[in-house]
């Protein structure tokens, strides 16, 4: 089974611009989560996906949102880029939500840099 | 979810085990304790997971103390492979959705 895809792998920006990356799940998992890490702030959650409804979200500004596709595919965008979204952003899978949820599948992750 | 803490580094050498130790002392009766471990400039990657009774798969065993309040991953043959951060997290059972909160986690280095 092919695993977590996520592209691109590698993105330069710059301030103000806005940017989506795309995720594709491991084929039969539902369930797509967003992560941000950063050295200074670790990995955090940035919201997750079910059956293309968001069912959780962390603590990050609107500037940056997602939505899940028919297909479980997903795609997160952020806006207005500032410097500080400078960071590798993973994308994990899982079969199902919530209760049996917690073995997750990441993804390489994008590596965004903004300038 | 209750909060975990771990040592910050630890050194250990190919071919020996390497135990992982990591205090959940508020942890609840229905949270879970799950090791992750993230190979640097990789994903993370999900190893092992268990709510009271120890458990062993191919990768590690975990051992969690009778009170709950702490565990231990066991990598019985550390490789070279095997340097890694490794991330405790603890994570309600029957919880709303998927989200895994990580807090620092041990670098782990294997050294020959």
């Known amino acids: 089974k092919a695993g977590v895809t996520q592209t691109p792998r590698y993105l330069i920006k710059t301030r103000g611009q806005q940017v989506t990356l795309s995720c594709s799940p491991i084929s039969g998992h539902r369930s797509v989560s967003w992560y941000q890490q950063t050295p200074g702030q670790g990995l955090q959650f940035l919201f997750e996906?079910?059956?293309?409804?968001?069912?959780n979200k962390g603590n990050f500004p609107g500037r940056f949102s997602g939505r899940q596709f028919s297909n479980s595919r997903s795609e997160m965008n952020v806006s207005t880029l500032e410097l500080g979204d400078s960071a590798l952003y993973l994308c994990a899978s899982s079969p199902s939500s919530g209760t049996g949820g917690g073995e997750q599948f990441f993804g390489p992750g994008t590596r965004l840099t903004v300038l | 979810d209750a909060k975990t803490t771990q040592p910050t580094s630890m050194d250990c050498a190919e071919g020996r085990a390497a135990n992982l130790p990591c205090n959940h002392s508020t942890i609840s009766g229905n949270e879970y304790v799950y090791w992750y471990r993230q190979i640097h400039s990789q994903g993370p990657q999900y190893i092992i997971h268990g709510l009271k009774n120890n458990e062993t798969n191919e990768m590690a065993s975990l051992i969690i103390t009778e009170d709950r309040k702490s565990s231990t991953l066991i990598l019985p043959h550390a490789t070279l492979r095997d340097t890694a951060v490794y991330y405790c997290?603890?994570?309600?059972?029957?919880?709303?959705?998927?989200?895994?909160?990580f807090g620092g986690g041990t670098r782990v280095l294997v050294k020959p």
């Open positions: 997290i603890v994570r309600v059972a029957e919880a709303a959705g998927n989200k895994l909160t």
């Open positions: 996906y079910f059956s293309e409804t968001q069912r």
